[in-house]
């Protein structure tokens, strides 16, 4: 199977500040992959696909970009809301895999 | 708007059986791929099982392949879950999730319902 690993795993940030969480692939999955927000007792929520693709009703703040092993995503000023945990996940195959999650908690 | 329902949860002893429903709403469940994501308590997400929007080919993560099996019935817009020789790893929120599968390379689990929890203990 393919291994996600997100780093970092768990973050502490400010309202406004500019994060980046990367998320690396064990082999390559072209852009075959998305992102969630998860919040506790949530189910998870996504965010973008296709590496870059904004989901419909998602903020602008977030983007998404790479492909192959490489992944980011971003959020360009960090609102009160955000503070969650993210989750990559490839969907390159039928044996989808998830990153282990970056915990982002406000400072 | 697209309503995904899980139910069928509890506790259950080790070795024994549980099936799990997903109940589909606001679209065209017969048109979609649908799989099976749980989540144990404190950790990420895993993949368990999806299924054709027709049945025709089921997929399965090693960890439940030979112990669970993943059905659907379009007449009835429900998804299920058969559980058997369950253990306590498999302790956890187990979510219905819908998959979109667009032009290029646009793949992703749109809709989740709210999750139903599986506690396997003695």
């Known amino acids: 199977d393919i291994q996600l690993t997100q780093s970092p795993s768990f973050l502490s940030a400010s309202v406004g500040d500019r994060v980046t969480i990367t998320c690396r692939a064990s082999q390559g999955i072209s852009s075959y992959l998305a992102w969630y927000q998860q919040k506790p007792g949530k189910a998870p929520k996504l965010l973008i696909y296709?590496?870059?693709t904004l989901q419909s009703g998602v903020p602008s703040r977030f983007s998404g970009s790479g492909s192959g092993t490489e992944f980011t995503l971003t959020i360009s000023s960090l609102q009160p809301e955000d503070f969650a945990t993210y989750y990559c996940q490839q969907l390159n195959s039928y044996a989808i895999t998830f990153g282990q999650g970056t915990r982002l908690e406000s400072k | 708007q697209v309503q995904l329902v899980e139910s069928g949860g509890g506790v259950v002893q080790p070795g024994r059986s549980l099936r799990l429903s997903c109940a589909a709403s606001g679209f065209t469940f017969s048109s979609y791929i649908m799989h099976w994501v749980r989540q144990a308590p404190g950790k990420g997400p895993e993949w368990v099982a999806g299924?054709?929007?027709?049945?025709?080919?089921?997929f399965y993560a090693d960890s439940v392949n030979g112990r669970f099996t993943i059905s659907r019935d379009n007449s009835e817009n429900t998804l299920y879950l058969q559980m058997n020789s369950l253990r306590a790893d498999d302790t956890a929120v187990y979510y219905c999730?819908?998959?979109?599968?667009?032009?290029?390379?646009?793949?992703?689990?749109?809709?989740w319902g709210q999750g139903t929890l599986v506690t396997v203990s003695s």
């Open positions: 299924i054709f929007s027709d049945g025709s080919q089921k």
């Open positions: 296709a590496a870059s």
């Open positions: 999730v819908r998959y979109y599968y667009g032009s290029g390379r646009q793949r992703c689990f749109d809709y």
